[in-house]
């Protein structure tokens, strides 16, 4: 069983920050890339940024220097820093972690919400 608990969500006004956290839990793979996506309404889930369990992270192009992500050393812990907020940034934020062993696992989070409004 693996568990993702995310927090950190809420509201806040254009040009504000906001840090999302995620822990996961469980039998997981040492190797792994914990990442977070976003749900706007209407919208298909993107990704927004990933960090592998060695600290190699990627972004989207459209929060490339907004956004930060990072994770301690050895822990299935992953944080978001979103700095520069924009309202087309407000949608529901899932956390994931994934690892290849055999097959491809897959886990998700429930999600956080982050809205963005004046």
């Known amino acids: 069983q693996v568990q993702l608990v995310e927090s950190g969500g809420g509201s806040v006004q254009p040009g504000g920050s906001l840090t999302l956290s995620c822990a996961a839990s469980?039998?997981?793979?040492?190797?792994?890339?914990m990442g977070w996506y976003r749900e706007a309404p209407g919208k298909q889930r993107e990704w927004v940024a990933s960090?592998?369990?060695?600290?190699?992270?990627n972004y989207a192009d459209f929060v490339k220097g907004r956004f930060t992500i990072s994770r301690d050393s050895g822990e299935n812990t992953a944080v978001l820093e979103m700095s520069n907020l924009r309202p087309e940034d407000t949608a529901l934020y899932y956390c994931?972690?994934?690892?290849?062993?055999?097959?491809?696992?897959?886990?998700w989070g429930q999600g956080t919400q982050v809205t963005v409004s004046s």
């Open positions: 960090v592998t369990s060695i600290g190699s992270a």
């Open positions: 994931n972690i994934e690892w290849h062993s055999f097959r491809e696992h897959v886990h």
């Open positions: 469980g039998n997981i793979f040492s190797t792994n890339t």
